[in-house]
């Protein structure tokens, strides 16, 4: 496992070692140029810089695992990140994060599935179809109006001709990609829907009337994630449905709530 991997599970992090991968690649190609003398290639490696001109020295850093305290290797918090060293430190960063450094926390997980199922049985699949399995599909689903009316349960207050259900199935068809991963992990705790779509999500997504004191365009919608349930009050406008929704989904994200 490598960037490669990583760039799946922290894009950010993946995009930042990259532009230090560059350094070493510069590095790489110096010293692997047999028309050059060693005096030659150390005074070129010392130039090396990147394409806004600032060499691996500006960057600053240290061998601490980045946004932590975590060091690398003994000492790695005074030792600072050079042309000379910077193989062993995108080794050591790409090593603690997706081997060392989880280490436990895996052997845990195996031991917990191996529970359930054994580890063996796992041969069978291909890592993207487990990855599938696990986190949803990547593959993304046309959200248009007729899915929509489908796949969507109105319960408790609302029913399948009811204006905010309408106005829902209006706002959910004009979604964007990534207001469409704000909601899925809003409404159902994953930015992702199973292998699928919608018709595999169980229980099935259901939107229920949410009773409020006063005016429902005043209130915000809320949800049980656990049993993807969606409480939406009754709306004036398709408008406001949408803000309201927008807002919760950006601000409630990471919030948990006993109702």
Sequence with gaps: MGLVTLKEIDPTLHSSLKEIEAFALKKEKILNDDSLTEDEKSNRLDKITDDDGNNIDDLCLDFLLPGTDIEIIQGGRNTPLTIHNVEDYL????????????????EAVRAGFSVVMPLSN???????????????????????????VTNIQPDHG?????????????????????????FLKFVTGSPRLPVGGFKSLHPRLTV?????????????????????????????TAAILR?????????????????
């Design 158 to 182: 609302y029913n399948a001709s009811s204006i905010t259900v309408k106005y829902l199935i209006q706002v959910m068809s004009s979604f964007t990609a990534s207001e469409q991963r704000g």
């Design 122 to 148: 796992l041969q069978l699949f291909y890592a993207h179809e487990m990855n599938d399995l696990l986190c949803g599909s990547k593959k993304e689903e046309k959200w248009d109006e007729d899915t929509l």
């Design 91 to 106: 080794c050591g960063v790409v090593d603690l994060t997706l081997r060392e450094g989880v280490r436990k926390q895996m």
């Design 243 to 259: 803000g309201k929704l927008l807002t919760a989904i950006r601000e409630g994200q990471n919030s948990f709530h006993l109702s």
């Design 208 to 236: 229920v009337k949410k009773s409020v004191d006063g005016n429902p365009d005043d209130y915000l919608p809320s949800v049980m994630t656990c049993v993807n349930y969606l409480k939406l009050p009754d709306y004036s």
